[in-house]
């Protein structure tokens, strides 16, 4: 069936630095959902991307769709304490329509 | 308008006890999705409805769990007997549906359970 990847599953930075995870689909997807998900909280939707080589930015966060609309990435620049958490990819099958949510990456940030 | 309301928020019961959990989707929204969280196996989807309909229920992992959804605003998941390895956070999420399963989902605050 259809997977949805995402590396890496676990990230240390120090304040201040960039981080970056990745997405990608076995399958091409009619679009792509990103949520962020903080200690002990659930999944809170950030954004969605749908253009194939979109491209979108809020504040430090950039969010990439593939040209071939298989991939993905989520860029923080200059991470803060504030960007602690878990970082889900969730693609949307073109075949079956279905919201398939990947493994996570769990970023900790060090002051 | 209120989020994704569940119920109830923590729960620690004996092996071998039934539990039920409830979710109240957002006003308007007609998927509804049950999802249990571990840190062995992540986020895994266990079941779907759409318009109180089961569309998918393959990620149930076996017949001690099931799941209703008698009208638009109310939702269970019944696990019965409960086993400790269901021990996880169990999310319902909604959402406004007009494709079939893709659209963005909003989470609830999830119900901790704790099997003895």
């Known amino acids: 069936g259809q997977q949805v990847m995402q590396i890496p599953q676990y990230q240390h930075v120090q304040e201040g630095e960039d981080f970056t995870t990745y997405c990608n689909s076995s399958t091409t997807l009619s679009n792509i959902q990103w949520y962020k998900q903080r200690p002990g909280g659930h999944p809170v939707f950030l954004i969605q991307l749908v253009k194939s080589g979109e491209v979108k930015k809020q504040k430090r966060l950039t969010f990439q769709f593939g040209e071939a609309k298989k991939n993905s990435s989520l860029h923080i620049t200059a991470t803060q304490t504030t960007d602690v958490g878990t970082y889900f990819c969730?693609?949307?099958?073109?075949?079956?329509?279905?919201?398939?949510f990947g493994q996570g990456t769990t970023l900790q940030v060090k002051p | 308008d209120a989020g994704v309301i569940q119920s109830p928020r923590h729960e620690v019961t004996e092996m071998g006890q039934e539990v039920t959990l409830r979710c109240k989707p957002i006003s308007g929204h007609n998927s509804l999705f049950w999802y249990r969280q571990t840190m062995m196996r992540g986020l895994e989807l266990l079941i779907y409805f759409n318009n109180n309909v089961p569309i998918d229920d393959s990620g149930m992992p076996e017949d001690r769990f099931s799941a209703k959804m008698p009208n638009a605003s109310f939702s269970t998941l019944k696990i019965q007997p409960s086993e400790p390895r269901d021990s996880a956070v169990y999310f319902c999420?909604?959402?406004?549906?007009?494709?079939?399963?893709?659209?963005?989902?909003?989470f609830g605050p999830g119900t901790r359970l704790t099997v003895l």
């Open positions: 969730a693609g949307t099958s073109s075949n079956t329509g279905k919201l398939i």
């Open positions: 999420a909604s959402s406004l549906d007009l494709r079939g399963g893709g659209d963005t989902q909003y």
